[in-house]
């Protein structure tokens, strides 16, 4: 039988969640970083930086969502920013237990955006459902969401656009075609599973 209300989840559940949405999103920019692909949102912004920086992805993502940290506090509430400032630890720990313990040889492209961007699409949804983001952009349009009611996919789609069009000054097109394929597997999975009414945990 369904509950009338929705369940909240528990402190394990959370801590589960959050530690696999932090996994998902590692995972994800690593099968990209080896194709030579970015993504849209801050993921992207890391990735396009990490080819010109010496510094780990997760480390890189972690330090361009700082910013982004007052939005989500005054936007948002302290709960998600602590949140997403843990994720961004996580991401960051994570992402430099990736470099040194994944190898990847070889790597399609195509086979890069699709898996790639879906694994980090679905990280970032078990992180909002439980309350936190992958921070950067994703703030923003989780903000937009909740404010205004804008579907948080629809609204990362175009600010993804605008990174993409950026990627073009630094990357060969065919690559950066292959990173909007990326970009739209993320977004894709936030339109189809994260809307209001879809999910009755909280």
């Known amino acids: 039988m369904i509950p009338d209300e929705p369940l909240p989840h528990s402190a394990i559940e959370d801590a589960y969640a959050l530690t696999l949405g932090c996994i998902l999103v590692v995972l994800g920019l690593a099968l990209l970083h080896a194709a030579g692909l970015v993504t849209g949102g801050t993921a992207g912004i890391a990735l ?19 910013p982004f940290m007052w939005l989500a506090w005054k936007a948002m509430g302290r709960r998600f920013t602590l949140r997403t400032v843990l994720v961004g630890l996580g991401v960051a720990a994570l992402g430099t237990w990736t470099r040194i313990g994944l190898t990847i040889a070889h790597i399609d492209p195509a086979f890069a955006a699709l898996a790639g961007g879906s694994v980090i699409g679905f990280g970032a949804l078990a992180l909002a459902r439980h309350h936190a983001g992958i921070g950067g952009t994703g703030v923003v349009t989780l ?51 994260h809307r209001p009414g879809r999910y009755r945990g909280y």
């Open 143 to 193: 903000w937009l969401q909740k404010t205004r009611g804008w579907n948080a996919g629809r609204t990362q789609m175009a600010i993804d656009a605008l990174i993409l069009l950026t990627a073009l000054a630094f990357l060969p097109a065919e690559r950066v075609g292959w990173s909007a394929v990326s970009s739209a597997a993320i977004s894709g999975i936030l339109i189809a599973w």
């Open 48 to 66: 396009l930086i990490s080819y010109a920086v010496p510094l780990p992805t997760g480390v890189l993502f972690t330090l361009i969502n700082l």
